[in-house]
């Protein structure tokens, strides 16, 4: 147990490193391009994140793990927006952009119903199933807030996000084809290899202490998958970048649950547990609340007492989780 709980770590170190090595040759690469900063910054740096997730939905759809997919999907989004705002407004309040409040999260909204209704539409044998045209139809939601979330900041021309995204995207060296064809490579394999790592080892421990892989997907791999967002948020905090930080995680939540989701479907299609019906009602319930406290708040933002709820409310969460998987 204790070898492959360490066995997990160490893959989610290989992960966020490789993801990060692959990001800088893909950013270097699109300079030499001469892609814009801004676009850059909203498909490069975005995607990127969520490599890791990506990595590990494939390795699971090759060796049929349903339930690790979609329990890391929505997982991963039920953990940024409790315990990842959470933490972040511990540490400094989070005010939210009207944007986010009046377009992103009705959008975020929208997919989870989505996924919902997919989720429940279909049935295979005894088992609800996601197929693959609905794998494509998640695939091409994606893309579709993708493309629409580069058309409205090209629209509005938002000197903050602008300049912040070019900030982070100027950081970045501009590296030689040599370095280039390296870093691409040992990318690549971080993230193949942390990917084997963390899904082979916790089917291990869930067969193990007989807990369920959604279980453990909507647990250990989701908070792990989550851990960039956690260590930027943080850092986010002290540099008064809340707001630009929050965008990022209802993005990357939207993202993440139609693309994850979609790419396991296209390989092999998934069984979608009814527990998973729960809790993409319970995330729908979180984003609901989220939107009534930021538009009845007159700061339009989420204090520490908010915080601490959230951590309680997710805590509770985890902890009914384990005592019904139990």
């Known amino acids: 147990m204790i070898l492959e709980i360490l066995l997990i770590v160490i893959g989610f170190i290989i992960l966020i490193k490789g993801a990060d090595l692959l990001v800088k040759a893909a950013i270097s690469i699109a300079k030499r ?6 676009l850059i910054g909203l498909t ?13 939905t494939i ?7 349903s339930d690790l997919i979609i329990g890391n999907a929505i997982g991963s989004c039920i953990c ?12 400094k309040p989070i005010k939210f952009d009207k944007r986010i409040v009046k377009k992103h999260l009705p959008i975020g909204i929208a997919t989870m119903c989505l996924l919902l209704f997919l989720g429940n539409t279909n049935k295979l044998g005894n088992a609800q199933t996601i197929t693959r045209w609905q794998g494509a139809i998640l695939i091409s939601y994606t893309i579709a807030y993708i493309i629409y979330s580069i058309y409205e900041e090209k629209k509005i021309h938002n000197e903050k996000i602008d300049e912040e995204i070019i900030k982070e995207v100027e950081s970045k060296e501009n590296y030689s084809i040599g370095t ?12 193949k290899f942390g990917a084997d790592f963390v899904v082979d080892n916790s089917v291990e421990i869930a067969k193990a202490i007989g807990l369920s892989e959604g279980f453990i997907g909507m647990t250990i791999v989701a908070i792990g998958t989550s851990l960039p967002e956690i260590t930027t948020g943080i850092i986010s905090a002290k540099n008064n970048e809340t707001d630009l930080l929050l965008g990022n995680i209802i993005g990357s939540n939207i993202i993440n649950l139609c693309l994850l989701v979609g790419i396991g479907a296209i390989i092999k299609p998934l069984v979608f547990a009814t527990n ?3 809790s993409i009602i319970i995330l729908i319930l979180v984003t609901i609340i989220l939107q009534l406290i930021t538009t009845l708040n007159k700061k339009g933002e989420l204090n ?10 997710y805590l509770i969460y985890i902890g009914g989780m384990a005592l019904k998987t139990g």
């Open 44 to 56: 490069i740096l975005a995607v990127g994140t969520s490599l890791p997730e990506i990595f590990i």
């Open 276 to 278: 998973f019906n729960i």
């Open 33 to 38: 391009l001469g892609l814009s900063e801004m």
């Open 59 to 65: 390795t699971s759809a090759m060796e049929g793990h």
């Open 80 to 91: 940024n927006f409790l315990f990842v705002i959470g933490i972040i407004s511990l540490i």
């Open 180 to 191: 280039i064809i390296i870093y691409m490579i040992l990318g690549i394999l971080g993230l």
């Open 304 to 313: 520490r007492k908010t915080g601490i709820l959230f951590i309680i409310i």
